[in-house]
């Protein structure tokens, strides 16, 4: 399984090409390799897809950044 250090460094470049539909491409892929009975990649293009959306995710003025 990927380590998170591998799951952003596989979200930046799809940030960068696909900009705003970042999330929505790489949670299509997700979908596809699910659908094609390969579990373990599927589970590692949703760690990606929330890597990419969490940049874009509205904070509580309280939170922290992680």
């Known amino acids: ?3 998170d ?3 952003y460094r596989a979200a930046k470049p ?4 696909h900009g705003d539909d970042a999330a929505l491409y790489s949670s299509g892929r997700a979908d ?3 659908n094609e009975g390969d ?4 589970t590692v293009w949703r ?9 874009q995710r509205q904070r509580r003025p ?5």
């Open 62 to 66: 309280d939170e922290a950044i992680k």
């Open 1 to 3: 399984m990927a380590d």
């Open 39 to 42: 579990m373990a990649g599927a």
């Open 5 to 7: 250090l591998d799951i």
């Open 14 to 17: 799809m940030i960068d090409q």
């Open 47 to 55: 760690m990606i897809t929330a890597a990419v959306e969490e940049p």
């Open 32 to 34: 596809l390799l699910l």
